[in-house]
């Protein structure tokens, strides 16, 4: 069984107090913004059903969700746009919104377990975890909290265009959703760059 807090123990005994975890979630849809949280538990916390957000149901999710905004030292989410995923690319707009969860914290944390392979600056000391959310306690109520955020969000936009069905898919790139785009064509929260191959520009 895993120790969902083995990584934050190193961080500890490395004489880091305030361990962040950070993980997105919206990185390949077609429409719609990327969102990313920033969560620090309190230590050692224990949290029943605990998981990346990717192998739990979206019902299990949204309860975790309310249990962690509930129990969480602190904890801060943000979106980055589909218009600066346009502008920067999605790398650097995950970035983006991963350095305004951080902000949204209200505290600076000593070090920042992220998700992934890739670092973004946020001017604190930052270990890339690949397949964090499920290992890190911290990586893994962040990926839960963005997922679960942006979820939400997609199901208001899917009122604005309901021709879509956004709050089916959430955007990706479903047999559904590509039949949508040939009927209707894009809609202003699609990225644009994102659907230069569907429309086979180069």
């Known amino acids: 069984m895993i120790d969902f807090w083995e990584l934050e123990h190193q961080c500890y005994e490395g004489g880091f107090d305030l361990v962040c975890g950070i993980d997105e979630a919206g990185r390949g849809p077609l429409a719609g913004p990327v969102c990313a949280a920033a969560v620090i538990l309190p230590r050692d916390l224990q949290i029943e059903g605990l998981n990346d957000s990717k192998k739990l149901s979206d019902q299990k ?43 949204a914290l209200g505290m600076a944390p000593d070090i920042a377990l992220v998700d992934g392979n890739r670092r973004p600056p946020l001017g ?43 709050a089916v898919h959430k955007g990706y790139g ?11 064509g894009a809609c202003p929260i699609h990225r644009t760059t994102f659907l230069k191959k569907f429309y086979g520009e180069k």
């Open 61 to 103: 999710r949204r309860a975790l969700f309310d249990v962690i905004t509930k129990e969480a030292y602190a904890y801060g989410i943000a979106f980055a746009s589909e218009q600066e995923i346009d502008s920067v690319n999605i790398l650097n707009a995950t970035f983006l919104a991963m350095e305004r969860a951080v902000a």
């Open 124 to 166: 604190m000391p930052v270990k890339t975890v690949v397949g964090g959310d499920g290992l890190s306690a911290n990586i893994a109520a962040a990926s839960i909290l963005a997922k679960v955020t942006r979820d939400r969000r997609m199901e208001e936009l899917d009122a604005e265009y309901p021709q879509y069905g956004f």
């Open 174 to 184: 479903t047999k559904r959703h590509y039949a949508a785009l040939r009927e209707f």
